[in-house]
């Protein structure tokens, strides 16, 4: 077995020890929560407040309504921590609720998101020549200008993968959608990436991933 | 897997997401070149700009905790429906009969309903407790009469009660064999009064009747 494959089931096998742990905790508090303990609500708040801060700004583009969706959340999260049933875990279930009031913020005050239309417009490459002539923070803001230009359904699923670390699994009970559908989501979302780099005069194939 | 599927699975297996038989058979087409690292550089450039939108988003308040700690007391909270930790606590067991109500979830059931099934089961166990004990007050000698009427002149012997299969020539051959007529019966229980010749020994007629198969009861009856 190659030293590389063995470095990641190692390093796989101690992150799964560790989110283990990590979720433990995280049942603690919200069991804790549901018999009314404040202190369990502050600590999970904490550990969370930021989270789902940034996954319902990324959805709705708007910080106060970001900030009211995050207390919307943990509050609920507060009311009805007696009804989590372990069946997914705590991040997962916490998301799902962000998602739900984001989404529901977005359709009751009909808040803007990033539409393809109204996005930025992604920067021209100040030299063209080559990709490889951008440095690492171009790069990044250009994809990050391209990473707004995608659909919501798709960025959601982008985000979730990669910032929120949620696996395919945890992304379909999050969005609500059979996990094929995540798959095909992901997959569109890369295609729209390349081309959109691409247009961008930035050849993925062609970037050297600055580190 | 094939190439496809792995290729698919990709993004989680940059993010570190996949299970550990998934993550093996990803790795698998990575070393044998049938997925290239171009790809992963594409989806570790993805993670990366992903993980930095925030230097371009709004700053996270962490004061807003002391808003949401300030609404706490006014948010009711739903109460505890199952126990949270599976398996570290034995539900609480209410009984044979709370098991039984939950069951029929009975909370919930209209009064109305409540009332009918109630009368329901007390007629059923009313019958029940008639037909299990036949020497109840029926067994008094309140029996119906045979169509021909009561033989004023013979009183029963013995109140008796035969198998549900038993044939009318095999209850005749029995009371020829025992000299017995039948005086009185059957009624509601199927129940006959039989009598017997003066000189006959009752008690050990009685328990050879109880080591006959087709008899499934017999008593003394009760004449006034």
């Not at chain 1, 990324?58 to 069946?87: C, G, H, P, Y």
């Not at chain 1, 799902?96 to 930025?120: E, F, M, S, W, Y």
């Not at chain 1, 919501?152 to 910032?163: A, I, S, W």
């Not at chain 2, 909270?77 to 209410?94: H, K, S, Y």
Request: proline share 5%; glycine share 4%.
């Amino acid at each position: 077995m190659p030293v590389a494959q063995l470095s990641i089931m190692s390093a796989i096998s101690h992150a799964e020890q560790s989110s283990s742990a990590s979720e433990d905790a995280d049942q603690g508090l919200i069991a804790r929560i549901a018999e009314g303990d404040k202190r369990a609500f502050e600590q999970l708040f904490t550990a969370y407040g930021e989270r789902v801060f940034r996954y319902a700004y990324r959805l709705i583009s708007d910080q106060t309504k970001a900030e009211e969706v995050t207390n919307d959340v943990m509050l609920e999260v507060w009311k009805t921590a007696a009804k989590f049933e372990r069946r997914s875990k705590v991040s997962t279930w916490i998301l799902g609720i962000t998602r739900h009031l984001a989404l529901n913020a977005v359709r009751r005050k009909q808040l803007d998101t990033v539409d393809v239309d109204d996005a930025p417009e992604i920067a021209a490459p100040e030299d063209n020549t080559s990709a490889r002539d951008h440095d690492h923070q171009v790069l990044q803001k250009t994809l990050r200008e391209a990473l707004s230009k995608l659909s919501p359904e798709h960025r959601d699923v982008v985000e979730l993968t990669f910032f929120h670390g949620c696996s395919y699994a945890e992304i379909a009970e999050i969005v609500q959608c059979p996990e094929n559908t995540v798959k095909t989501r992901m997959f569109h979302a890369r295609k729209q990436l390349q081309g959109l780099l691409v247009e961008a005069g930035l050849d993925p194939a062609n970037v050297e991933m600055a580190s | 897997m094939n190439r496809q599927e792995a290729q698919e699975l990709l993004p989680w297996f940059v993010a570190g997401t996949l299970n550990e038989q998934e993550t093996r058979a990803v790795q698998a087409f990575i070393d044998s070149g049938e997925i290239t690292s171009t790809e992963l550089d594409e989806l570790n450039m993805f993670a990366t700009a992903v993980n930095e939108q925030t230097a371009d988003e709004p700053e996270y308040n962490p004061a807003i905790l002391n808003k949401a700690m300030a609404q706490l007391d006014a948010t009711p909270q739903d109460a505890i429906e199952e126990p949270l930790v599976v398996g570290e606590a034995e539900p609480q067991r209410g009984g044979f009969f709370a098991n039984l109500l939950d069951r029929l979830q009975w909370s919930q059931t209209p009064s109305m309903a409540k009332l009918a099934l109630g009368a329901q089961f007390a007629a059923v166990l009313a019958l029940a407790v008639a037909v299990a004990v036949p020497g109840g007050q029926d067994m008094g000698g309140a029996y119906y009469e045979v169509v021909s009427g009561t033989n004023p002149a013979l009183a029963a012997d013995f109140n008796i009660a035969f198998a549900p299969d038993t044939t009318e020539t095999a209850v005749r051959e029995l009371l020829l064999e025992l000299d017995a007529q039948i005086v009185a019966g059957p009624n509601s229980l199927g129940m006959y009064g039989i009598a017997l010749p003066a000189e006959t020994d009752l008690a050990q007629l009685q328990a050879q009747l109880n080591s006959n198969a087709l008899v499934t009861y017999v008593q003394p009856a009760a004449n006034p």
